[in-house]
Nanobody
Framework: QVQLVQSGGGLVQAGGSLKLSCAAS????????MGWYRQAPGKQRELVAN???????NYADSVKGRFTISGDNAKNTVYLQMNSLKAEDTAVYYC?????????????WGQGTRVTVSS
């Protein structure tokens, strides 16, 4: 069973920066996308950013220009650089990997890491 292990996160003041990392416990073949989601208290989980195997990136409007996603398929690692953080970025962040194997779709989730931005 593949595990996604997250690191980074924590408490930061508004305007500050944090970097999240997510590494798979073993190699994952046929990755379709790697990405980050977040869930704030009382809200649904939402996509923050993802990156495809072709290195196309996609960002939520709320983080465009502030967050940068990058990935290393060879290392099965994905990163999220978060700059100019705002109080509304406070949430638990989850990394996500989607693997497509023919007609089958596998979705893996990290354990979550809390990001708290103080205003």
């Amino acid at each position: 069973q593949v595990q996604l292990v997250q690191s980074g996160g924590g408490l930061v003041q508004a305007g500050g920066s944090l970097k999240l990392s997510c590494a798979a416990s073993r190699s994952i073949s046929s990755i379709n996308t790697m990405g980050w989601y977040r869930q704030a208290p009382g809200k649904q989980r939402e996509l923050v950013a993802n990156i495809t195997s072709g290195e196309t990136t996609n960002y939520a409007d709320s983080v465009k220009g502030r967050f940068t996603i990058s990935g290393d398929n060879a290392k099965n690692t994905v990163y999220l650089q978060m700059n100019s953080l705002k109080a509304e970025d406070t949430a638990v962040y989850y990394c996500n990997v989607v693997r497509l194997a023919g007609p089958l779709k596998y979705v893996y989730w990290g354990q979550g890491t809390r990001v708290t931005v103080s205003s």
